[in-house]
T-cell receptor, first 114, second 112 residues
Framework: GAVVSQHPSWVICKSGTSVKIECRSL??????MFWYRQFPKQSLMLMAT?????????EQGVEKDKFLINHASLTLSTLTVTSAHPEDSSFYIC??????????FGDGTRLSIL | AQRVTQPEKLLSVFKGAPVELKCNYS??????LFWYVQYSRQRLQLLLR??SRESIKGFTADLNKGETSFHLKKPFAQEEDSAMYYC??????????????FGKGTLLTVNP
């Protein structure tokens, strides 16, 4: 079945560091990928929609300069958390749309900012 | 605005008992609803979608537009059903403008 690979699965870094998370669709092309964030005991919240070859669409309240999204190819989208701070610590999940099917999800990335 | 409500954070049943995970939604358009499941240490995966009206792993869910509900049911729970379950509503506003909104999830524990 369709597989989405997300890397890294866990990252710990110092405050002020920028962190890049990759999301790859391994056996299908995805013109659209999505980035979600999940705080403890809360629901998955859509952060942004990543469209290949164009700018990402951010949800209300999500800082586009803070969370940089690049979707340079049909199989790869990246989320860069710039100048990360402890409040950015969260679980980030990507998903990819194979077209005419429900989204397929990555395993998620646990980001811990010290 | 679209909203998905799962009123139970935790649900615990015994093996062989019926189980129902509740989901209510708020959406002005024609909804497309899903149930996703996340087993321990595994990725989120699709369990079922209302338009396919299929039964997966013994689970069924019927869309009730009058009650704006999409409850997930299984007549006889198994221990391997223990997982986190998310109800989700999909909105397609045309083109690339679409969005999947999740409920907060219900942690189901099936006891032996």
């Amino acid at each position: 079945g369709a597989v989405v690979s997300q890397h890294p699965s866990w990252v710990i870094c110092k405050s002020g560091t920028s962190v890049k998370i990759e999301c790859r669709s391994l056996d299908f092309q995805a013109t659209t990928m999505f980035w979600y964030r999940q705080f403890p005991k809360q629901s998955l919240m859509l952060m942004a929609t990543s469209n290949e070859g164009s700018k990402a669409t951010y949800e209300q309240g999500v800082e586009k300069d803070k969370f940089l999204i690049n979707h340079a190819s049909l199989t790869l989208s990246t989320l860069t958390v710039t100048s990360a701070h402890p409040e950015d610590s969260s679980f980030y999940i990507c998903s990819a749309d194979p077209g005419n099917q429900p989204q397929h999800f990555g395993d998620g990335t646990r980001l811990s900012i010290l | 605005a679209q909203r998905v409500t799962q009123p139970e954070k935790l649900l615990s049943v015994f093996k062989g008992a019926p189980v129902e995970l509740k989901c209510n939604y708020s959406y002005s358009g024609s909804p497309e609803l899903f149930w996703y499941v996340q087993y321990s240490r595994q990725r989120l995966q699709l369990l079922l979608r209302h338009i396919s009206r299929e039964s997966i792993k013994g689970f069924t869910a019927d869309l009730n537009k009058g009650e704006t509900s999409f409850h997930l049911k299984k007549p006889f729970a198994q221990e391997e059903d223990s997982a986190m379950y998310y109800c989700a509503l999909f909105r397609d506003s045309g083109g690339s403008n679409y969005k999947l909104t999740f409920g907060k999830g219900t942690l189901l524990t099936v006891n032996p």
